[in-house]
């Protein structure tokens, strides 16, 4: 039996090897030799290598937290899902120094017109140096995301699922497929919406169930495009959603109707999308030759709990909606952002004691919100007269700029604001990147630290300076004296006295050093 080789280093190019038996590997057991606790080989061990999993990989490795990413497919997803990074999500790679890499691969759009795809202008002065859309595949996404993990120090086993674990007070045992046994600290469920861990933890996902299941694929036609183009026309009056768009040299994206909603987990077939063009259109476009075929259904499903001990979920595996809007994969990155600096802290001792359950009071209320938006969303498009009407009224409100302004920043996820009690509108929200005498300010926060913007020049983050950067700047564009910026660039104190910012430090980043 084969079984993953795990070094002190990652490979050059960080990807796990699996070339030695279980007996040679420390922490390594199979389940028969499994009697005691093997010693802790990882911090923690990610389920899932998706735009989730890699975010959090990288997030944990700045803290220099030994992560292993265990993803049960071989290769990256090749189906070429385009999906928006929204602003919120492209201020996170601006504040990871990931935004020029990533926006090499993606196409600017207008930030506005996502709101149950109501057209409607971006407002003026939308508060963000990023303030667009950006259209990338996700397989691009995930790849880049991943190489950023890996360069950070990740160490990544394809190939190979987790089945099944167990937690006691020092850590958790982790099964893989193979039958070999891990050991962790902690362990995040970042596998998806079908989440083995979830299943495992015995977490609730209620919701409701698909209605509709969309059938998503790229194939060949058979027939001139003019022809396709007319058909196209005519059905899509009466068919929401259906497509079939040219990507050159004869590929089409063809998106049809499935006729049942099905649990299924694998991809439908050539056939089954013949046989609904055909059913649909009249018609079946002599589609061949397909490049990957999918299916997506429009359940709506959120976790009873983010956490239970020692194991996390985040992104799909605790929250599934309709794609309607765009921000399923933002809100997942943006899930890691959250849990990365959190769970960092416990491992390396100076997490405050309710610093990790944060997470879940954060980020939960998050997704409620998003999947109601997206329940709204879904009813707008219904070609109902009911639902027509609502959209019809809506269309008109939204040229109050405010109303526009509020839903833009909703799906955008520059809106959120955390409960960090009482105090100014800006506390618990996040910082905009801001021009600073260094530059920008996001470039300061590349490391994942803490950061207090001073202008008055005169306090000092003293004891936390092993967490928290200090930035001297009087002239910074901000209006209000100082402010303490999470790792997460979310705004945690207000204020110009070094007291009250003690405490506060404390309440984030525990115990001062010394
Ligand atoms: C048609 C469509 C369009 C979309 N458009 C957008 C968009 O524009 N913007 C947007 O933000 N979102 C969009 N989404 C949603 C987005 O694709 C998902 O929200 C996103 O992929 C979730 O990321 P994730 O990492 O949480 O989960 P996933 O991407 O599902 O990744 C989970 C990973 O875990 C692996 N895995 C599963 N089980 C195990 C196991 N037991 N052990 C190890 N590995 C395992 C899987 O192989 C997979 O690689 C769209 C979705 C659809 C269907």
Redesign the pocket.
């Known amino acids: 039996m084969h079984s993953p080789q795990f070094t002190a280093e990652p490979s050059s190019n960080g990807t796990v090897e699996r070339d030695f038996t279980v007996g040679d590997v420390p922490g390594l057991r199979s389940p028969a030799s499994g009697a005691g606790r093997a010693p802790l080989t990882f911090d923690v061990i990610i389920?899932?290598?998706?735009?989730?999993?890699a975010m959090l990989a990288a997030e944990l490795r700045l803290h220099d937290v030994r992560v292993l990413v265990?993803?049960?497919?071989t290769e990256p997803?090749s189906f070429v899902?385009i999906?928006?990074l929204h602003i919120r999500s492209l201020e996170l790679m601006a504040m990871r120094g990931l935004l020029d890499r990533v926006l090499q691969h993606g196409r600017q759009r207008p930030a506005g017109g996502f709101f149950a795809a109501i057209p409607k202008p971006v407002p003026e002065g939308l508060d963000s140096a990023y303030a667009y859309l950006l259209g990338i595949p996700?397989p691009v996404i995930v790849h880049l995301l991943e190489e950023h993990a890996i360069e950070l120090g990740a160490q990544v086993l394809r190939d190979c699922?987790?089945?099944g674990f167990e937690q006691d007070d020092e850590g958790v045992t982790v099964e893989l497929s193979g039958g070999e046994r891990l050991r962790s600290r902690y362990l995040v469920g970042?596998?998806?919406?079908?989440?083995?861990?979830r299943k495992l933890l015995g977490v609730g996902f209620p919701g409701e169930p698909s209605q509709t299941d969309t059938l998503?694929g790229e194939m060949k036609v058979g027939v001139p495009q003019e022809e396709v183009a007319a058909k196209v026309a005519e059905i899509s009056k009466n068919h929401q959603p259906f497509w079939l768009r040219p990507f050159g040299e004869g590929v089409y994206s063809v998106v049809v109707p499935a006729a049942v909603v099905s649990d299924r987990a694998e991809p439908p077939t050539l056939e089954d999308f013949k046989q609904r063009l055909r059913t649909i259109a009249g018609t079946d476009f002599g589609v061949h030759s397909p490049r990957w075929l999918s299916r997506?259904g429009d359940a709506t499903r959120l976790a009873e709990r983010y956490r239970v001990g020692r194991v996390l979920l985040?992104?799909?595996?605790a929250h599934i909606h309709p794609?309607i809007g765009?921000?399923?994969?933002?809100?997942?990155v943006q899930d890691a952002f959250n849990l990365g600096w959190k769970l960092a802290a416990q491992i390396r001792g100076w997490a405050p004691e309710t610093l990790l359950d944060t997470y879940q009071a954060e980020r939960h209320p998050v997704a409620e919100d998003v999947l109601d938006n997206t329940r709204a969303q879904v009813q707008l498009l219904s070609a109902e007269p009911g639902p027509q009407a609502v959209r019809r009224l809506l269309t008109e409100l939204m040229d109050f700029d405010e109303v526009n302004r509020h839903l833009i920043e909703k799906i955008t996820a520059i809106g959120i604001r955390y409960d960090f009690g009482e105090g100014p509108d800006l506390l618990g929200r996040r910082l905009r990147d801001i021009d600073v005498q260094q530059g920008h300010l996001y470039g300061l926060l590349h490391r994942g630290r803490g950061l207090l913007l001073d202008r008055t020049e005169r306090l000092t983050v003293g004891g936390w300076s092993d967490r928290v950067d200090y930035l001297a700047d009087p002239t910074a564009v901000l209006d209000v004296p100082c402010v303490l910026l999470r790792p997460d660039g979310h705004v945690a104190w207000i204020g110009d006295d070094q007291q009250d910012l003690d405490g506060h430090l404390s309440r984030w980043f525990g115990k001062p050093a010394g």
């Open positions: 389920a899932g290598c998706g735009p989730t999993g265990v993803e049960k497919e997803v899902r999906v928006g996700q699922a987790v089945a970042c596998d998806g919406a079908r989440s083995t861990v998503m997506f985040a992104g799909d595996a794609p765009g921000q399923g994969l933002n809100l997942g």
